[in-house]
């Protein structure tokens, strides 16, 4: 689908941050190959894992496979994700909206949810051009300058990191033990990620950052407007969604056979979560880390670990196909939402 030529749009500031020299050359070889190179280790780990395991049940590595699918109930299987996956959209959208709403501008939390649902049909292929769709949405059709969307954009994925770092470090803490070495690192992350986050506070809402230009452009307006409260109401607000993934994926794990309980499932995702929120290729990595947790069940942990990743992405950009005619129609339709918050 094409769209229509895009209106003229008013001029970014003149102190706003573009992108810079370096950046217009592109990044450097080694930074484009490392995440197929990770990418290519991962699946040949997993390759001779497997194998080994069809070898044991003297079966071909396609038969063994073809028979851990056989053997998972997909209709129960499908009625826990279906509705895991909603919950997961409506938690989502909450966030964007509670974001925008706070920063930019007022806005129902109903008319977020089509352009948050058609995003991700776009972040199939990368997360952040999913976040750019929604901020040009916000942009054309209640008029924020393009910088100051920009801006809740970054805070969202700012946010979303430290939840992430945080909830793996409960995980670590539960099941330390039980994972392999290196993530070790976790405690040494997030005592580092508490200290910059104090060091950040302190730069854009006290004394660290005044009179420093840096802090006055656009592209910082969300970190000047919120305090320590802000950040942690984002984690509260997201932290339903990884509690109904543990319960889920406790579930949907014994679908495949393999024995667990919440408490081990508490443990172990959100450091899977963490471990795999690199963007691009290297979301493989939730596979491997699956086998490795998992020893003994190579097959059914590869298998799980890939519908699991795969049928969550695709399925939200379904959803995002049952709001994309009304989020085109909004966005081109050339006119500006008289939308009210909805506290």
Same mark, same amino acid.
């Given at each position: 689908?094409?769209?229509? *030529? ?20 592109? !990044? ?21 894992? $497997? !194998? ?5 049940? /003297? ?68 997360? +952040? ?5 929604? /901020? ?9 300058? /393009?910088?100051?969307?920009? !801006? ?24 330390? *033990? ?18 910059? #986050? ?9 004394? #660290?950052?005044?009179?420093? +230009? ?17 950040? &942690? ?19 949907? &794990? ?38 490795? $947790? ?25 959803? /995002? ?23």
């Amino acid at each position: 689908m094409t769209a229509p *030529d895009p209106p003229p749009t008013r001029p970014s500031p003149p102190d706003a941050d573009g992108p810079s020299q370096s950046d217009a050359k592109g !990044s450097a070889p080694w930074q484009r190959l490392l995440p197929w190179a990770i990418t290519i280790i991962c699946f040949g780990y997993l390759y001779t894992r $497997l !194998s080994g395991a069809a070898a044991r049940d /003297g079966l071909g590595l396609i038969e063994y496979l073809a028979g851990v699918f056989a053997r998972v109930s997909w209709g129960r299987w499908l009625a826990l994700m279906i509705p895991y996956s909603a919950f997961f959209f409506l938690v989502d959208s909450l966030i964007v909206w509670r974001v925008v709403s706070w920063f930019n501008t007022p806005v129902r939390y109903s008319a977020i949810l089509p352009i948050r649902g058609s995003s991700y049909i776009l972040s199939i292929l990368n997360e +952040q051009v999913g976040k750019g769709a929604m /901020g040009i949405y916000l942009n054309r059709r209640y008029g924020v300058p /393009g910088w100051e969307v920009g !801006s809740s954009m970054i805070f969202i994925m700012f946010c979303e990191f430290f939840y992430l770092l945080g909830w793996a470090t409960i995980g670590w803490s539960l099941r330390s *033990d039980e994972l392999p070495e290196v993530f070790g690192l976790i405690p040494w992350i997030a005592s580092g990620a508490a200290i910059f #986050l104090c060091a950040w506070l302190l730069f854009f809402r006290g004394p #660290l950052g005044s009179g420093v +230009q840096l802090r006055e452009r656009p592209l910082f307006k969300s970190f000047r407007e919120a305090g320590a409260l802000r950040y &942690l109401t984002i984690v509260v607000l997201r932290s339903p969604a990884l509690l109904a993934a543990v319960v889920v994926y406790t579930y949907a &794990l014994d679908l495949f056979g393999v024995d667990t309980n919440m408490g081990q499932m508490l443990g172990y995702l959100p450091v899977i979560f963490f471990g795999a929120a690199t963007p691009g290729p290297m979301r493989t990595v939730a596979i491997t880390l699956w086998v490795i $947790l998992f020893p003994g069940n190579e097959g059914e942990m590869a298998a799980f670990g890939f519908v699991q990743h795969n049928f969550f992405i695709f399925f939200n950009a379904a959803i /995002g196909l049952l709001f994309l005619s009304r989020a085109n129609r909004e966005l081109f339709a050339g006119e500006r939402g008289e939308e009210v918050a909805a506290d």
